[in-house]
């Protein structure tokens, strides 16, 4: 990518990811969306081939090296997605009240019997367990399994076509979170250099562990919260996870509507305070699909996940498949921008700060965000190799944005994702009077600082350590 100063940045905290489809895959529209704010692209590995994503790497890749700006890719594998079998005449319609039975015999079905090729629902499913079909729009009751199929009672009846999808709310079923289709996309999005691991319906953090194991530190775990069985297991898939979404679509249709809002901000409120980056996705401007404008509940719900402190809100269909591609980007970035111009917006991210962590790192991350406060510093220069020392000053949410100095392209990339960090490429300091020097280049060539103005510094020493943040300077622009 160019060494040209990065003089291209957001004046804004909170971040933006726009999911690539076919509105959008061409680089004259990807160009538009990125200037419009789009941080990170999302590419959604249950459609399009390996040749359609590469093309889409391929471009990004240039838009990044014309912007002169490190570029997020988020690969987001499809996961164990459980559907019904076919049916005879395409459809049915199911009655409520009627019996109505899964079964595992490939034979088109009719409005008494379908295929269900999913032995672990058999296995795992008892007397009353509840099977929602078709994004929850019908519910089955299980009344009896006979081993090879389940004798279900229909709950709430409807029209039911083929391979529409099942879901289980009710138990953990023992399938991994990686199908042999995500482990080709992932090999494949790994090689292309994603930077971002979207890891779907996830129950466990072992689920979390696979992925890590596979993706060997070539790119960050981001876990999708989609089940309520994650939400049972949260402290555990917090802990070995980069990143997380509030993947609110499967979410609500697993959870009762009205437990979707407190599941959001409950999983909001916790990574903040393990400072992992949190994503807000599903429906955020979901009319923006056919509309040029959003309805006024839609820019309400972005602008409560920029007052719950969320480090990015992401487009999905608006962006994919939608007619206003660049309209809903530049709406996202217009509602975040004036939330975060509130006075309200402040003392509600401040009220809502975690407490620091018990190592040095973190106090020495906590005490920049306090003196860069306390003096009206315009910047937080903070020095590091793998992104942590970042995320530990991002983690603080504070007053000045973070310009992130980082000999690394890889590491500049994920920082995309991350609340109010602005991440430059740079090689690595070898003393504290270099970095100091480079500290205050950097805040005057990228627009942050002016001559008498003070600016925070936060390294580690010694220099290209990871980890090790452990140095606080303040010094003048002159």
Known sequence: ?????????????????????????????????????????????????????????????????????????????????LRVGRFAGGRVHLQTGQA????????????????????????????????????GKLRLRVVRNRGDRLECEVVTGGPLSDRKG??????????PALTQKDHADLTFALDQGCDFVGLSFVQRAEDVAQAREIAA???????????????????????????????????GVELPPEEVPLAQKRIVRAARALGRPVVVATQMLESMITAPAPTRAEASDVATAVFDGADAVMLSAETAAGQYPYEAVNMMDRIIARTEADAGWR??????????GH?????????????????????????TESGSTALRVARTRPAAPVAAITPTIATARRLA??????????????????????????????????????????????????????????????
């Open 1 to 81: 990518m160019s060494s040209r100063p990065h003089r291209l940045r957001r004046r804004r905290r909170t971040r933006i990811i726009a999911t690539v489809g076919p509105a959008c895959a061409n680089a004259e529209m990807l160009g538009r969306l990125f200037h419009a704010g789009a941080d990170v692209f999302r590419l959604n590995f249950s459609h399009g081939t390996h040749e359609d994503h590469a093309k889409s790497f391929a471009l990004i890749r240039a838009l990044e090296e014309q912007a002169g700006r490190p570029i997020g890719i988020l690969a987001d594998v499809q996961g164990p997605k």
């Open 100 to 135: 109505f039975t899964l079964d595992l015999n490939p034979t088109p079905g009719n409005a008494r019997r379908v295929n269900l090729p999913h032995t672990e629902i058999m296995q795992a499913a008892g007397i009353g367990t509840t099977l929602l079909l078709d994004d």
């Open 166 to 175: 099942v879901n289980v709310p009710d138990i953990v079923l023992p399938i």
């Open 217 to 251: 530190g070539r790119a960050w775990i981001m876990t999708k919260l989609e089940k309520p069985q994650a939400l049972d297991n949260l402290d555990a898939i917090l802990a070995l996870s980069d990143a997380v979404m509030v993947a609110r679509g499967d979410l």
């Open 347 to 356: 003392e509600t991210i401040d009220a809502t700060r975690p407490p620091p």
């Open 359 to 383: 190592s040095s790192a973190d106090a020495i991350a906590a005490a920049a965000a306090q003196v860069a406060g306390s003096i009206g510093a315009p910047v937080i220069v903070a020095f």
């Open 417 to 478: 994702v991350v609340w109010g960090v602005h991440a430059v490429i740079s090689t690595g300091a070898h003393s504290v009077t270099e970095a100091v020097s480079r500290a205050l280049r950097t805040a005057v060539s990228d627009g942050f600082a002016e001559v008498g103005q003070e600016v925070v510094v936060v390294a580690g020493l010694p220099f290209g350590q990871t980890g090790s943040t452990n140095m606080l300077r303040v010094a003048a622009v002159r």
